[in-house]
């Protein structure tokens, strides 16, 4: 899969370069104004930018304005590039980068029914010669929202946002409520195989650092993405516990390989970024001979899911957990049911009492009476 964006261009680019010329060929491909509108993001940051006596629209920077995917000739060009991509490239799908931000109503900037529908009718469009190519986007969103638009057919897949940050929260707060919020409004939001689960991505301050290092609370973490619901992303580096934080490019370093110096077998050139922080022992070969390792317990935790069936594919039954360190869900394909019971305070706990209501092994009972893989 690759990365596609619909959303914007950069100034650079000819399209661009050519439309600050008003009623030059590429002049509607953007959104121009002749007066800035009184309109801001709700941080009151400017998405409209002055070039050449006009203002254009950029919700992210005056760097990347948007293009004007209500123009017909625009939507035809970005499925020539879709296409492409996909016949020429044998790609099996895309990312969609901003998937929210496509289209703006007014003072509406996100998620607008403009929106929705110009995604649904590119998914179709897409799905007419290549039916198996995978739509997945990008929704910074809630799970309410980001939902809606596989439910609605504009996308096959979304990512949840809140999954990997609710997941955080707990760790670092040692209460199992807010993942167990988060996982049973995945249940009750999204169709069976629609839903993308990742801990962060390229635009969040590492998961090592929000735990502060802590490796078991990191392996903790890698679990329950692992053992859980959707298609599990893994942003790289976070399976051997990279570090690091904002701004940007700090998050975007390059993962080290093994503990040479200078560039820990990354390239024997000049990378785009100097190696972060983590001292040698946090790279892939060192921890590939530590059974121990976060970089092990990712690579079991992979076989695991991928030797079950019930944690593969499964259904998501949330189950109630009677103490507030414990978060418990049941995963269930076919004639397997997995249950999955995580403690994520510091003090152990003998014996969880767990209820299912309605599902696999519904009722109630001691976790000490069940079988767990392990």
């Given amino acids: 899969m690759v990365d596609l964006v619909l959303n914007h261009t950069s100034r650079d680019h000819p399209w661009f370069q050519d439309a600050t010329t008003a009623g030059s060929e590429h002049d509607d491909w953007y959104v121009w104004s002749d007066t800035r509108p009184a309109i801001a993001k709700s941080d009151g940051s400017r998405v409209w930018h ?35 991509w996909l016949d ?15 289209i703006e109503e007014g003072k509406e900037l996100e998620n607008t029914p403009a929106t929705f529908a110009w995604l649904k009718a590119f998914r179709e469009r897409l799905k007419a010669d290549h039916p198996d190519a995978l739509i997945l986007g990008e929704v910074y969103d809630s799970t309410s929202m980001s939902a809606r638009y596989v439910r609605e057919g504009s996308l096959d897949v979304a990512f949840d946002f809140g999954f990997g940050s609710a997941a955080l929260i707990s760790l670092n707060s040692r209460d199992a409520g807010s993942i167990a919020a988060a996982l049973g409004e995945i249940a009750d939001g999204y169709p069976a195989d629609t839903l993308a689960t990742f801990l962060t991505n390229h635009d969040q301050n590492r998961v090592a650092s929000q735990l502060a290092g802590d490796s078991a609370a990191a392996q903790l973490a890698a679990t329950l993405l692992l053992t859980g619901p959707g298609v599990p992303f893994i942003y790289y580096g976070e399976e051997i516990g990279m570090t690091g934080g904002k701004p940007d490019e700090q998050i975007r370093t390059p993962i080290r390989w093994d503990a040479s110096a200078p560039r820990a077998g990354f390239t024997s050139g000049t990378p785009w970024e100097a190696l972060g922080n983590d001292p040698p022992g946090v790279d892939v070969a060192t921890e590939s001979a530590d059974s121990d390792s976060l970089l092990s317990a990712y690579r079991g935790l992979t076989r695991l899911r991928a030797d079950h069936a019930a944690l593969l594919v499964g259904d998501l039954f949330p189950v109630e957990a009677a103490d507030r360190q414990v978060v418990a869900f049941l995963r269930s394909e076919g004639d397997e049911a997995v249950l999955v019971a995580a403690n994520v305070g510091l003090e152990p706990v003998a014996a969880p009492e767990l209820r299912l209501e309605t599902g696999p092994l519904c009722g109630t009972a001691s976790a000490t009476s069940i079988r767990l893989i392990s």
Wanted: charged share 30%; no cysteine; glycine share 8%.
């Fill in 50 to 84: 002055e070039a050449a006596g006009r203002y254009y629209y950029g919700y992210f920077s005056e760097g990347m304005p948007d293009l004007n995917l209500e123009n017909p000739e625009v939507a035809a060009e970005l499925d020539e590039v879709a296409r492409y």
């Fill in 88 to 102: 020429e490239m044998a790609v099996d799908g895309f990312r969609l980068d901003a998937a929210r931000h496509l």
